[in-house]
Protein backbone atom coordinates (compact mmCIF):
# COMPACT_ATOMS: atom_id res chain seq x y z
CA UNK A 1 0.00 0.00 0.00
CA UNK A 2 2.89 2.68 0.85
CA UNK A 3 4.91 1.62 -1.86
CA UNK A 4 1.61 2.18 -4.04
CA UNK A 5 1.22 5.39 -3.16
CA UNK A 6 5.14 6.38 -2.91
CA UNK A 7 4.80 7.68 1.19
CA UNK A 8 5.15 6.17 3.90
CA UNK A 9 3.34 3.71 6.24
CA UNK A 10 2.94 6.25 8.68
CA UNK A 11 1.52 8.46 6.09
CA UNK A 12 -1.17 5.48 5.60
CA UNK A 13 -2.31 4.78 8.85
CA UNK A 14 -2.89 8.43 8.76
CA UNK A 15 -5.34 8.83 6.18
CA UNK A 16 -7.03 5.39 6.73
CA UNK A 17 -7.72 6.79 10.75
CA UNK A 18 -8.73 9.81 9.25
CA UNK A 19 -5.54 12.06 10.44
CA UNK A 20 -6.06 15.44 9.39
CA UNK A 21 -1.82 15.99 10.09
CA UNK A 22 -1.68 14.79 6.24
CA UNK A 23 -1.28 16.84 2.90
CA UNK A 24 -4.26 16.49 0.30
CA UNK A 25 -1.73 15.25 -2.38
CA UNK A 26 -0.76 12.78 0.19
CA UNK A 27 -4.20 11.68 1.08
CA UNK A 28 -5.30 11.10 -2.82
CA UNK A 29 -2.39 9.00 -3.72
CA UNK A 30 -3.48 6.48 -0.31
CA UNK A 31 -6.94 6.83 -1.36
CA UNK A 32 -6.05 5.99 -5.06
CA UNK A 33 -3.92 3.20 -3.67
CA UNK A 34 -6.77 1.97 -1.40
CA UNK A 35 -8.85 1.74 -4.61
CA UNK A 36 -6.33 -0.23 -7.06
CA UNK A 37 -5.63 -2.58 -4.25
CA UNK A 38 -9.17 -3.20 -2.86
CA UNK A 39 -8.08 -2.41 0.95
CA UNK A 40 -10.04 -2.99 3.65
CA UNK A 41 -8.99 -1.20 6.72
CA UNK A 42 -8.28 -3.19 9.93
CA UNK A 43 -6.15 -3.37 12.97
CA UNK A 44 -2.52 -3.83 11.95
CA UNK A 45 -2.72 -0.60 9.66
CA UNK A 46 -4.46 1.29 12.73
CA UNK A 47 -1.81 0.20 14.96
CA UNK A 48 1.17 2.85 13.56
CA UNK A 49 -0.72 5.88 15.02
CA UNK A 50 -2.99 3.87 17.80
CA UNK A 51 0.26 2.31 19.04
CA UNK A 52 -1.40 -0.93 19.59
CA UNK A 53 -0.40 -3.02 22.32
CA UNK A 54 -1.39 -6.39 20.88
CA UNK A 55 -2.74 -7.63 23.87
CA UNK A 56 -6.36 -7.79 25.19
CA UNK A 57 -6.98 -7.57 29.14
CA UNK A 58 -9.07 -9.99 31.13
CA UNK A 59 -10.31 -8.21 33.97
CA UNK A 60 -11.19 -10.03 37.20
CA UNK A 61 -12.47 -7.68 40.44
CA UNK A 62 -11.45 -10.91 42.52
CA UNK A 63 -8.55 -12.17 44.85
CA UNK A 64 -5.58 -13.83 43.39
CA UNK A 65 -6.75 -16.80 45.54
CA UNK A 66 -10.15 -16.69 43.78
CA UNK A 67 -9.32 -16.51 40.53
CA UNK A 68 -6.19 -19.93 40.58
CA UNK A 69 -8.64 -22.20 42.60
CA UNK A 70 -12.34 -21.48 40.98
CA UNK A 71 -12.78 -23.50 37.77
CA UNK A 72 -14.93 -21.10 36.21
CA UNK A 73 -12.33 -18.67 35.70
CA UNK A 74 -9.96 -21.59 34.20
CA UNK A 75 -12.35 -22.35 31.86
CA UNK A 76 -12.87 -18.49 30.99
CA UNK A 77 -9.30 -18.10 30.41
CA UNK A 78 -9.06 -21.18 28.35
CA UNK A 79 -11.94 -19.76 26.16
CA UNK A 80 -10.36 -16.83 25.67
CA UNK A 81 -6.92 -18.17 25.06
CA UNK A 82 -8.26 -20.63 22.10
CA UNK A 83 -10.12 -18.17 20.58
CA UNK A 84 -7.03 -15.87 20.30
CA UNK A 85 -4.75 -18.57 19.19
CA UNK A 86 -5.03 -17.48 15.28
CA UNK A 87 -4.82 -14.09 15.88
CA UNK A 88 -1.56 -11.47 16.96
CA UNK A 89 -3.22 -11.03 20.02
CA UNK A 90 -2.03 -11.67 23.66
CA UNK A 91 -3.79 -12.67 26.97
CA UNK A 92 -3.37 -10.09 29.64
CA UNK A 93 -5.03 -11.10 33.16
CA UNK A 94 -5.78 -7.86 35.24
CA UNK A 95 -7.12 -9.03 38.73
CA UNK A 96 -7.59 -7.82 42.36
CA UNK A 97 -10.39 -6.53 44.58
CA UNK A 98 -11.68 -3.21 45.37
CA UNK A 99 -8.49 -2.19 47.29
CA UNK A 100 -6.88 -2.39 43.67
CA UNK A 101 -8.77 -0.63 41.88
CA UNK A 102 -6.86 2.31 41.40
CA UNK A 103 -4.33 0.03 39.80
CA UNK A 104 -6.34 -1.14 37.69
CA UNK A 105 -8.19 1.89 36.48
CA UNK A 106 -4.40 2.94 36.04
CA UNK A 107 -3.58 -0.09 33.60
CA UNK A 108 -6.63 0.63 31.66
CA UNK A 109 -6.40 4.31 31.01
CA UNK A 110 -2.33 3.56 30.33
CA UNK A 111 -2.82 2.31 26.51
CA UNK A 112 -1.48 -0.97 27.77
CA UNK A 113 -3.71 -2.66 26.03
CA UNK A 114 -6.21 -3.05 23.26
CA UNK A 115 -9.09 -4.29 24.66
CA UNK A 116 -10.96 -5.64 27.29
CA UNK A 117 -13.27 -8.54 28.68
CA UNK A 118 -14.35 -7.85 31.98
CA UNK A 119 -15.84 -10.98 34.02
CA UNK A 120 -17.07 -11.53 37.34
CA UNK A 121 -18.52 -8.29 37.53
CA UNK A 122 -19.93 -7.12 41.20
CA UNK A 123 -22.90 -4.35 41.23
CA UNK A 124 -20.47 -1.89 42.18
CA UNK A 125 -17.39 -2.89 40.20
CA UNK A 126 -17.24 0.87 37.65
CA UNK A 127 -13.62 -0.89 36.01
CA UNK A 128 -15.58 -0.27 32.96
CA UNK A 129 -15.82 3.88 33.68
CA UNK A 130 -12.12 3.95 33.37
CA UNK A 131 -12.29 2.11 29.79
CA UNK A 132 -15.05 3.95 28.40
CA UNK A 133 -12.84 7.18 29.56
CA UNK A 134 -10.02 6.18 27.13
CA UNK A 135 -12.14 5.35 24.39
CA UNK A 136 -11.11 1.33 25.19
CA UNK A 137 -13.49 -1.37 23.39
CA UNK A 138 -14.58 -2.92 25.71
CA UNK A 139 -17.31 -7.07 26.68
CA UNK A 140 -18.63 -8.35 29.47
CA UNK A 141 -18.75 -11.90 30.13
CA UNK A 142 -21.95 -12.03 32.17
CA UNK A 143 -24.39 -9.78 32.38
CA UNK A 144 -23.66 -6.35 33.97
CA UNK A 145 -26.53 -4.94 36.68
CA UNK A 146 -26.87 -2.09 33.77
CA UNK A 147 -25.76 -2.46 30.29
CA UNK A 148 -23.63 -0.16 29.36
CA UNK A 149 -23.98 1.61 25.72
CA UNK A 150 -21.37 0.25 23.28
CA UNK A 151 -20.02 -2.69 25.50
CA UNK A 152 -21.58 -5.83 24.63
CA UNK A 153 -22.46 -9.02 26.82
CA UNK A 154 -22.13 -12.52 26.49
CA UNK A 155 -24.43 -14.61 29.38
CA UNK A 156 -26.20 -18.00 30.08
CA UNK A 157 -29.85 -17.80 30.74
CA UNK A 158 -29.21 -18.14 34.05
CA UNK A 159 -32.94 -18.19 35.25
CA UNK A 160 -33.88 -20.93 32.77
CA UNK A 161 -31.03 -22.99 33.77
CA UNK A 162 -31.94 -22.51 37.84
CA UNK A 163 -35.90 -23.82 36.39
CA UNK A 164 -34.53 -26.60 34.87
CA UNK A 165 -33.03 -27.34 38.32
CA UNK A 166 -36.05 -26.78 40.23
CA UNK A 167 -38.05 -28.58 37.48
CA UNK A 168 -35.80 -31.75 37.44
CA UNK A 169 -36.23 -32.04 41.63
CA UNK A 170 -39.96 -31.79 41.36
CA UNK A 171 -39.79 -34.63 38.89
CA UNK A 172 -38.22 -36.75 40.91
CA UNK A 173 -40.81 -36.31 43.85
CA UNK A 174 -38.69 -33.70 46.00
CA UNK A 175 -41.66 -31.05 47.37
CA UNK A 176 -39.25 -29.59 50.74
CA UNK A 177 -36.80 -27.24 48.52
CA UNK A 178 -34.31 -25.05 49.26
CA UNK A 179 -31.50 -23.11 47.27
CA UNK A 180 -27.88 -22.37 47.98
CA UNK A 181 -28.04 -18.70 46.10
CA UNK A 182 -24.97 -16.95 44.75
CA UNK A 183 -23.43 -13.36 45.72
CA UNK A 184 -26.84 -10.70 45.46
CA UNK A 185 -24.68 -8.53 43.86
CA UNK A 186 -23.57 -10.29 41.32
CA UNK A 187 -26.08 -10.83 38.19
CA UNK A 188 -25.72 -14.55 38.09
CA UNK A 189 -26.70 -14.69 41.51
CA UNK A 190 -29.64 -12.67 41.00
CA UNK A 191 -31.28 -14.37 38.23
CA UNK A 192 -30.40 -17.88 39.31
CA UNK A 193 -32.23 -16.92 42.25
CA UNK A 194 -34.98 -15.63 40.35
CA UNK A 195 -35.43 -18.36 38.27
CA UNK A 196 -35.58 -21.22 41.26
CA UNK A 197 -38.29 -19.02 42.99
CA UNK A 198 -40.31 -18.60 39.91
CA UNK A 199 -40.18 -22.43 39.33
CA UNK A 200 -40.82 -23.47 42.39
CA UNK A 201 -43.31 -21.11 43.08
CA UNK A 202 -45.24 -22.57 39.66
CA UNK A 203 -45.08 -25.63 41.69
CA UNK A 204 -46.99 -24.69 44.34
CA UNK A 205 -44.31 -25.02 46.93
CA UNK A 206 -42.77 -22.98 49.15
CA UNK A 207 -39.37 -20.54 48.52
CA UNK A 208 -38.89 -19.47 52.00
CA UNK A 209 -35.47 -21.79 52.17
CA UNK A 210 -32.46 -19.49 50.64
CA UNK A 211 -29.16 -18.56 52.25
CA UNK A 212 -27.08 -16.70 50.04
CA UNK A 213 -23.54 -17.96 49.52
CA UNK A 214 -20.10 -16.84 47.45
CA UNK A 215 -19.60 -19.08 44.94
CA UNK A 216 -16.78 -20.94 47.43
CA UNK A 217 -16.70 -23.97 48.84
CA UNK A 218 -16.64 -22.14 52.59
CA UNK A 219 -19.59 -19.90 51.65
CA UNK A 220 -21.92 -23.49 50.25
CA UNK A 221 -20.42 -25.55 53.28
CA UNK A 222 -21.96 -22.57 55.63
CA UNK A 223 -24.83 -21.63 54.11
CA UNK A 224 -26.11 -25.87 53.75
CA UNK A 225 -25.31 -25.91 57.97
CA UNK A 226 -27.99 -22.54 58.31
CA UNK A 227 -30.36 -24.24 55.92
CA UNK A 228 -30.36 -27.33 57.83
CA UNK A 229 -30.52 -25.79 61.18
CA UNK A 230 -33.56 -23.22 59.38
CA UNK A 231 -34.92 -26.32 57.55
CA UNK A 232 -34.20 -29.74 59.02
CA UNK A 233 -36.82 -31.41 57.04
CA UNK A 234 -35.87 -30.17 53.46
CA UNK A 235 -35.26 -33.06 51.04
CA UNK A 236 -34.29 -30.83 47.58
CA UNK A 237 -31.27 -28.22 47.31
CA UNK A 238 -30.56 -26.60 44.27
CA UNK A 239 -26.46 -24.81 44.70
CA UNK A 240 -26.15 -21.76 42.39
CA UNK A 241 -22.70 -23.43 41.56
CA UNK A 242 -20.80 -26.84 41.44
CA UNK A 243 -18.51 -25.59 43.89
CA UNK A 244 -21.15 -24.97 46.56
CA UNK A 245 -23.24 -27.96 45.64
CA UNK A 246 -19.89 -30.06 46.31
CA UNK A 247 -19.34 -28.48 49.73
CA UNK A 248 -22.75 -28.91 50.24
CA UNK A 249 -22.91 -32.63 49.83
CA UNK A 250 -20.34 -32.85 52.36
CA UNK A 251 -22.30 -31.26 55.33
CA UNK A 252 -25.24 -33.08 54.66
CA UNK A 253 -23.41 -36.23 54.42
CA UNK A 254 -21.57 -35.06 58.11
CA UNK A 255 -24.97 -34.75 59.15
CA UNK A 256 -25.99 -38.36 58.13
CA UNK A 257 -27.85 -37.24 55.02
CA UNK A 258 -27.45 -39.72 52.43
CA UNK A 259 -27.59 -37.89 48.80
CA UNK A 260 -30.05 -38.75 47.38
CA UNK A 261 -31.72 -40.91 49.31
CA UNK A 262 -32.53 -38.13 52.09
CA UNK A 263 -31.89 -34.76 50.17
CA UNK A 264 -30.95 -34.86 46.53
CA UNK A 265 -28.82 -31.74 45.06
CA UNK A 266 -28.60 -29.97 41.99
CA UNK A 267 -25.35 -27.61 41.05
CA UNK A 268 -24.70 -24.98 38.48
CA UNK A 269 -22.23 -25.20 36.17
CA UNK A 270 -20.61 -28.72 35.32
CA UNK A 271 -17.62 -28.41 36.18
CA UNK A 272 -14.93 -31.92 35.96
CA UNK A 273 -15.63 -31.19 39.79
CA UNK A 274 -19.38 -32.54 39.03
CA UNK A 275 -18.51 -35.70 37.40
CA UNK A 276 -15.50 -36.59 40.21
CA UNK A 277 -18.25 -35.73 43.40
CA UNK A 278 -19.43 -38.96 45.65
CA UNK A 279 -21.70 -39.10 44.13
CA UNK A 280 -21.87 -37.32 41.13
CA UNK A 281 -23.67 -34.78 40.94
CA UNK A 282 -26.44 -33.63 38.74
CA UNK A 283 -25.80 -30.07 37.35
CA UNK A 284 -26.91 -27.53 34.73
CA UNK A 285 -24.09 -27.02 32.04
CA UNK A 286 -22.58 -23.09 31.58
CA UNK A 287 -20.68 -23.03 28.43
CA UNK A 288 -17.97 -20.98 29.70
CA UNK A 289 -15.45 -21.64 27.29
CA UNK A 290 -18.12 -20.88 24.87
CA UNK A 291 -18.77 -17.55 26.52
CA UNK A 292 -15.81 -16.70 26.18
CA UNK A 293 -15.06 -17.44 22.65
CA UNK A 294 -18.08 -15.25 21.54
CA UNK A 295 -16.36 -12.70 24.00
CA UNK A 296 -13.33 -12.54 21.77
CA UNK A 297 -15.13 -12.76 18.80
CA UNK A 298 -17.43 -9.23 19.81
CA UNK A 299 -14.64 -7.67 20.95
CA UNK A 300 -12.33 -8.19 18.00
CA UNK A 301 -15.55 -6.98 16.06
CA UNK A 302 -15.24 -3.86 18.32
CA UNK A 303 -11.55 -3.62 17.40
CA UNK A 304 -12.21 -3.69 13.67
CA UNK A 305 -14.84 -0.90 13.62
CA UNK A 306 -17.75 -3.39 13.42
CA UNK A 307 -21.27 -3.45 14.38
CA UNK A 308 -21.86 -6.50 16.66
CA UNK A 309 -24.91 -7.40 18.78
CA UNK A 310 -25.46 -5.49 22.33
CA UNK A 311 -26.31 -9.19 24.22
CA UNK A 312 -25.65 -12.64 22.80
CA UNK A 313 -27.32 -15.02 25.17
CA UNK A 314 -26.14 -18.93 25.05
CA UNK A 315 -28.68 -22.07 26.23
CA UNK A 316 -27.70 -24.35 28.98
CA UNK A 317 -29.05 -27.93 29.64
CA UNK A 318 -29.86 -30.20 32.42
CA UNK A 319 -27.34 -33.04 33.20
CA UNK A 320 -28.59 -35.60 35.36
CA UNK A 321 -26.34 -37.82 37.71
CA UNK A 322 -26.47 -39.65 40.93
CA UNK A 323 -27.06 -37.17 43.23
CA UNK A 324 -31.13 -36.85 42.71
CA UNK A 325 -31.52 -39.92 41.14
CA UNK A 326 -30.89 -44.05 42.15
CA UNK A 327 -30.64 -44.56 46.02
CA UNK A 328 -27.19 -45.35 47.18
CA UNK A 329 -26.04 -48.19 48.87
Request: glycine share 8%; no cysteine; net charge neutral.
Amino acid sequence: MAARAGVSRATVSRVVNADSKVSDAARRRVQEAIRELGYSPNRAARSLVTRQADSIAVVIPESDARVFSDPFFAGTMHGIATALAKTDLQMVLVMGQATHRDRMDRYLRGGHTDGAIITSHHRRDEFWQAAQASGLPVVFLGRPFTPVPGMPYVDVDNAHGAALAVRHLVETGRTRLATIAGPSDMVAGVDRLAGWRREVRAAGLSDAAVVHGDFTAAGGAAAMEKLLRAHPDLDGVFAASDVMAVAAMEVLREHGRRVPDDVAVVGFDNVDAAAEARPPLTTIVNPVAAMARQAVTLLLGLLDGDDVPAAVTLSTELVVRASTVGRQD
